[in-house]
Every structure is written in C-alpha cells, then in structure tokens.
C-alpha cells in the first residue's frame, strides 16, 4: 500500500473518530499527500472540525475542503435573521471590540468587515458567527490596525517560536516587512504551520503574517505508517 493509501486511511479513521463530524457523507482523496474533502455537512461548524481534525495528521501537506454546507429544514434561517443574532453574539463577546464590526448575510454566507486591533479579536468574531444556526460559511475580511513595531520584534517571534513545543523554530525563518511578518521554511506538520502563524500574530504591531511555511517532504514519507 503507497503512501497515499495510507494516508487516506488515517484520515478516514480521524474523521470517524471526530464526534462532531458525520464521517459517512464524507468523502477523502488523496494525491502527493494533498487532501480533498467531498460530500456535505450539516452546518459550517462540521465543515471546520473536519478542516481541524484533518490538520491534525501527520503527513498531510495540504487540504483543499470542498464540503457542502447542507442545512436541515429546521436549522435553515432568514439573512436578516441571522444578521440580528450574529451581531447580537458578537455584542456578547468580550474578546470582539464594540461597534467595530460590520456584518453582513447573503445566502447563510456572513461576511464581516471593520479593523480591529489584535489578530486574536479578529479570530473571536470569526468564531462566534461561525457556529451560529443557519451559517453556511464566513468570510472574515476584517483587518488588524498596523502600529509601529518594536526594533526587535524579529527576536521576540524567534523566542515565542522556540518556546512554542509545535512549532520547530530550528526549521522557520522570520522576515519584518513594515507590518508584515513573513514565515518561511518547513514544518513536519499543517497543525506545527498553524501554531508557528500564531505564535507570530501575537507580536504587538503586527498587521499581516504571510505564512509561506511548507510541510516538509520528510514527514509525508516516514510519518503515515
């Protein structure tokens, strides 16, 4: 059995595995250690804990998720509905800066828009909508307000990579440019890409991280056995 095969299979037990997913409408293909998701779920929240639970293998360099969001009768809802509850929730969260977020709904499909000013603030809106009743999917074009940085935050995102056990800071090189964090080289897998883009957003001033990370070649041939 090639590489792939296997892969595949792991990813099909991970998804069964996942209680929060039904993994029988799913379907897994896999080429050069490349997955695609295909079939539906039932809400945009099971679309992103497949997303999720595939991230977490070892092995996989790259997914492309192509779940329909499939809403039953009872969970389908009105745009000016789920505008209401969304910005009511957003309203709830402490961690989304007041008045500073515009939504807006088009078939099930939330968009929203405004500057905030951490990365972290940006991923709470995101969250919040995205598990509500009636989401087929969220487009977060909300932006992190750029502030002069700090001389030395090149060394700080270094340090945080290095403390960050996921994150492999041998393998990963940090460019400063303007407000842009740029990460390059490789990391053994898409959930270590994932925390090393974390770790970089966290540097005060940061407006944009540009995550040119790969999962290395080695990890997709000895790491699905």
């Known amino acids: 059995m090639n590489s792939d095969l296997k892969l595949k299979k792991h ?21 050069d250690a490349i997955v695609t998701l295909s079939g539906h779920v039932s809400s945009f929240a099971e679309k992103h804990a497949a997303e999720a ?11 492309a998720n192509e779940l329909e969001v499939r809403l039953s009768g009872d969970s ?13 929730a957003l309203n709830w969260n402490s961690s989304v800066p007041k ?24 991923v709470a809106a995101e969250k919040t ?14 932006t992190v307000k750029a502030v ?10 270094e340090s945080a990579l290095k403390r960050n056990a996921e994150a492999h800071a041998d393998h990963i090189q940090v460019t400063i440019s303007g407000s842009k964090v740029i990460l390059s080289g ?15 957003w966290k540097a005060p001033g940061v407006s944009m991280v540009e995550n040119d ?3 290395s070649s080695f990890a997709t041939l000895t790491g699905v056995i």
């Open 11 to 31: 990813v099909e037990d991970e998804l069964s595995w996942e209680p929060s997913v039904d993994a029988a409408a799913i379907g897994v293909g896999v080429k």
């Open 53 to 63: 639970a595939v991230m977490r293998i070892h092995g996989v360099r790259a997914l």
């Open 76 to 88: 389908h809802r009105e745009d000016d509905d789920i505008a209401r509850t969304a910005a009511f």
């Open 99 to 122: 008045d500073r977020v515009k939504i807006s709904v088009s078939n099930g499909i939330v968009s929203l828009e405004g500057t905030v000013d951490w990365n972290f603030q940006r």
């Open 129 to 142: 909508v995205s598990h509500l009743m009636g989401v087929k999917g969220v487009n977060n074009l909300l």
């Open 148 to 157: 002069p940085m700090r001389t030395d935050v090149k060394s700080q995102i």
């Open 186 to 200: 490789t990391a053994e897998t898409m959930s270590d890409r994932f925390a090393a883009e974390v770790a970089a």
């Open 213 to 215: 990370i790969e999962v």
